[in-house]
Structure formats: C-alpha cells, structure tokens
C-alpha cells in the first residue's frame, strides 16, 4: 500500500512538472516546431515516455500510436533505417524518444538501426534536428499530402481523424510501391486504417518505378516510386510524391523505407535518361540500412518504367 502511495506521488509530480512547465511558455499550435520541441523537452527533463506525455497533453496522437502498436502485421511491412542523417552529420531522434516509441510496438535495439516506419513517421514528429530542407516533421505536419490526395479526413498526418497515421501510411503507400501478391495481401490485414486510404481510387493515379538492381551474393532491388500529384495549390513547391522501398527477390518480400514529397527539380534528377541502363553506380539512400550495402559503392541496373494500381 505504501508503494503504491509512493508511485501515485511520483505521477503527481511528475504531471505538475509538466503542467507547471506549459504555464511559463507560449501555447503552440501543432503546426508550429516549438509544440513539438516542447514535448521532447518535456519528456526527456522528467524522464517521463513521451507516450506518457502525449496522453496528457494530445490525447488523439497517443490514442493512434497506442492504437497502431497493437497490430502486429504493421510492422513487418517495413524495413531498417539510421537514425541519423546523412547531411547533417547528428542523429535525427533524441534516444529516449525513439526508444520509448519502438518499445510500445515490441522492438528493442540499439536506437541507430531502427524501425523504419515507426521512425519515418512518429518518430519523425518528435526530432529537433533541423535539416536544409526543415524539420523531418514537415511531410506530415504540413497539408501538402493531404490535399494533394484530397484527403480530407487528413489521413496522412497526425490529426487523421481515422485510423493511425502509421497504419494510414503503410497502406497508401504500400499499395503505391508493391508489386508482389502476398506484400499487397498483407495490408489487406492492417486493423486501424481510415475509410478514405481503404476507398481511394489508386487507379487514377499517375505512377513511374524507378528500379535500381544490384546482383551478387544478396541480389537487392531499391524502388524508388513517383507519384504526381493530382491537385496542387498555386503556391505549393512540390510535385510529387517519393516511396523508397527494398525488394528481396530471394525471398519475394519488400519492406517501405520512407515517403516524403519532392520538388520537380528532384523528380528530373532522379528519371534523367542518362543514369539509366547498366552498370551505374547505385547509393542506398534515404538513411534506410542494408546489411553490406550501406556506404559501399555499388553499381548495378536502373530501370524507370509506368505503372498503375488496379483497384
């Protein structure tokens, strides 16, 4: 009895602390980086998880992660990936945050090689680390996808009003990139997935595959998939969207990596003619982690092709 009394002051203090903390700082929106600054910060001064934090102070984002990390299909439809970048020589998730995060969905690991969808997209919210191109919150946070697909549900993004935004992101963009039956079967099982992802019209979609095949004892495949946008406002600088994947031939099974828009510069660079064929040098990118693979210069086939989704 006394414990449980000592434990229930510890959560008191531990609360107080952070209602005390919100007092003496601006009210952010979601849309601002500070509201997001503000929950790493506080998690990490009381050394309290920030699904803990999340509960308290945005019960809808806690409810989809806590929601989402109870189906187990979810997470074997995706691969590894560093939590670091690339550019910015830092690690890209503060270690308590993308441990807290992993240890709900059942992982543990050494939070360098992570999960790559609970990173890319939970995990994402929560990094401070500010890149050229923003904050890596910024593919969610912002409505360009969402408006983009005419989700108005806001499917893709952390105030979805359906589903999780994990489980929204895996099936839109797996049923994007796969190609296998069995990969495009498993998102048929996925548990918290909107209404208005399951009922898109993929069909209408314009889609280019970029393949980047690499031969030798562990034959890889990177696909990269391009997705134009169907609509776009006047003063929206981007015009595609990125799906990196890796494909396993040996064991017919590929695992998404990342999504994230791109600008038409980026789209060009990537289907320029004269970077396709044989024997070209092939970059895993994207901060996705392959046994082998990572920082070894590779070459290999690249192969662009169109493609569609039937519904």
Known sequence: MALKKTSLFCMLIVFSFISCSNLKTKHYSPKDDQYWE??????????????????????SLYYQILNDSKDSALINLWGQSLNFDSG?????INDQV???????FGIKNDNMIVHAGITHTYGYLFSVLETPYGFKRKRWVEPTLNYAFSFNGNSLSPETME?????????????LAFKNKSDLQSLKNLKNVSSEVLNFDYSKLTIEILDEQITGENPTTLRTTLVRFPFKKADEENDYLLIYSVLHPKNKKEVLITAFPIKKDAYKKITARESLGANQPIIVRYNA???????????GFRKLSQDSVKN
């Open 38 to 59: 503000e929950l790493v910060n506080q998690s990490i001064h009381t050394g309290t998880s920030i699904q803990s934090i999340l509960e308290i102070k945005k019960p």
């Open 88 to 92: 910015a020589k830092k690690k890209i």
């Open 98 to 104: 993308i441990a807290d995060l992993q240890a709900l």
């Open 163 to 175: 589903g999780g935004l994990l489980s929204n992101i895996t099936y839109f963009i797996g049923t």
């Open 289 to 299: 982690y392959l046994e082998g693979l990572v920082d070894k210069k590779l070459t």
